[in-house]
């Protein structure tokens, strides 16, 4: 049972944690759109090739966009390529934003996610009551910034480090087991999402019992 007071430091996880995101629209837009890769291009939690350099920050926009134009018709263009990408990315909720704005007031409060510069240039400005993702919380860390992506040890050490937080006062919020699975191996107690509205009453009614 987690006690909030035994923790100083929260870590979120961003797609269907805190935003609403579903990866059919994006894979369906791209289908139609004509996109030659075969099989499921598009992972929940680990994306490989192109999608994965783009995530790590090992290409950047432009070289993404042209990389996927390689695999559309030749009349699709960079703005629709674009606009399909970006189409997976759906709503925060306000009481998802309260929440860890509650939070906030007790406890560092950090973001970790793998994604990529189209993505974040879409939603970071559209929050419930901050405006900002970077208002939301005390750091941000992306994957496409970092040059590396969950699950891989080295995203999660970095962050400690670079925070100057201990993983045994650290909780952990993510939609991916095996992101859940590093980040156990590192002594950081964490919570496997498994529908976004699911962790805020749980939230909500350990604050009360902290009583913050």
Known sequence: MTNLRDKKNIIFDLGNVIIDIDLN???ERFRKLGFSEKGDFLSKYKQIGVFCDFEEGKINSEQFIQEIKKRMP?????????DAWNALLLNYKTERIETILKLKE?????????????HIDSCENSVPIVGNLRNLFHQVYYSYEMNMSKP??????????????KAEETLFLDDGPANIETAKRLGIESWLIEHPDEWVPRMNALIQEAGY
Do not use: G, P
């Open 106 to 118: 007790t406890h560092n409060i950090y973001v970790l996610s793998n994604t990529n510069e189209l």
């Open 152 to 165: 891989h040890e080295n995203i999660f050490t970095a962050l400690l480090e670079h925070a100057n937080i």
């Open 25 to 27: 629209i994006t894979y």
């Open 74 to 82: 030749d009349e699709v263009s960079s703005d629709e390529i674009k």
